[in-house]
């Protein structure tokens, strides 16, 4: 017999997946697309893939950073599914459903910098030129470890928003945002930001994806949701969400802005058995050439 709680904590994430509603959290922001998308990617995935279950409907509570969303996942308590960038811990603290949810166009880099630091970037010809400048990255995201390790000097922060604050401020001199990223982003923020511009001559790549996890707990809806994204990559509605969704449809064609320079760096915190270069799942770099 299934009992319910009531209050701050939920049934567990095997238990919801039974039931009509999954926990996601909120939004970073009000300007957070990446909320939107996987969440209309998420429900199109439990539909493609129901086989004649009810299909729950999803819903937003909880404001947090990364590194609690990890936390309340594994503890399955608060949320039931999330998507985040990959990366070894992740991995082995929860399951990880290893379908790119945007093909891994979050790993080409373009670059949102102040107007006036435009010929400052222009001269930059390597990735030891391109270590002269500092980047901002939020503090609990792979992206830092990354970007350390491949002696790219990095400012934190843990708030989304204040990130376009720091480059505007002059507190760091690039924030490196995924391919599909970094023109929305700035449009939406053009009021608030306009001394900040899109950089569209380097671009920085190293194999990257977000995933939806879960707990490790709840192979069921784990199982559910990589069936429907499968189902989706076959019939091309994953491509297609993404040609038309105000997060990617900017990114599309790929090849429409290529960059003077592509820096490629090693991404050492994914597992070594990530499939990156299967073109099934994962963008190449040559798509993003003419």
């Not at 957070?32 to 009810?54: C, E, F, I, V």
């Not at 963008?283 to 003419?290: D, K």
Request: glycine letters at 6%; one cysteine or more; hydrophobic letters at 40%.
């Amino acid at each position: 017999m299934m009992v319910l709680l009531v209050g701050v904590f939920t049934v567990s994430a095997t238990q919801a997946a039974s039931m009509d509603v999954l926990y996601v959290p909120e939004p970073r922001s009000d300007l957070d697309q990446s909320h939107g998308y996987h969440t209309r990617l998420l429900k199109m995935a439990l539909t493609a893939a129901s086989g004649g279950r009810s299909v729950p409907r999803i819903e937003s509570r909880g404001s947090m950073v990364e590194s609690r969303a990890e936390k309340e996942l594994a503890q399955g308590t608060l949320i039931d599914v999330f998507w985040m960038g990959t990366d070894r811990y992740k991995e082995q603290q929860l399951r990880a459903i290893r379908i790119p949810t945007t093909r891994g166009l979050i790993g080409f880099r373009k670059f949102i910098i102040r107007q006036d630091s435009v010929s400052h970037f222009e001269q930059i010809d390597s990735l030891k030129d391109l270590s002269q400048k500092v980047a901002c990255q939020g503090n609990d995201w792979p992206d830092t470890t990354i970007l350390v390790r491949a002696g790219l000097p990095v400012t934190t922060t843990p708030i989304y928003e204040s990130l376009f604050k720091m480059v505007q401020l002059g507190r760091c001199d690039y924030f490196p945002r995924g391919y599909h990223d970094h023109q929305q982003e700035l449009a939406l923020r053009s009021d608030q930001y306009p001394e900040l511009t899109n950089y569209e001559g380097i671009m920085l790549h190293y194999p990257f994806a977000v995933y939806f996890f879960t707990a490790k707990d709840d192979p069921q809806l784990a199982n559910w949701i990589e069936s429907g994204l499968e189902a989706l990559i076959d019939n091309g509605q994953l491509l297609a969400l993404m040609k038309r969704h105000p997060l990617t449809r900017a990114a599309f064609p790929l090849n429409a802005n290529p960059p003077q320079h592509l820096f490629s760096i090693d991404n050492p915190t994914l597992p070594t058995d990530t499939a990156y270069q299967d073109s099934r799942y994962w963008f190449q770099p040559e798509a993003f050439r003419l």
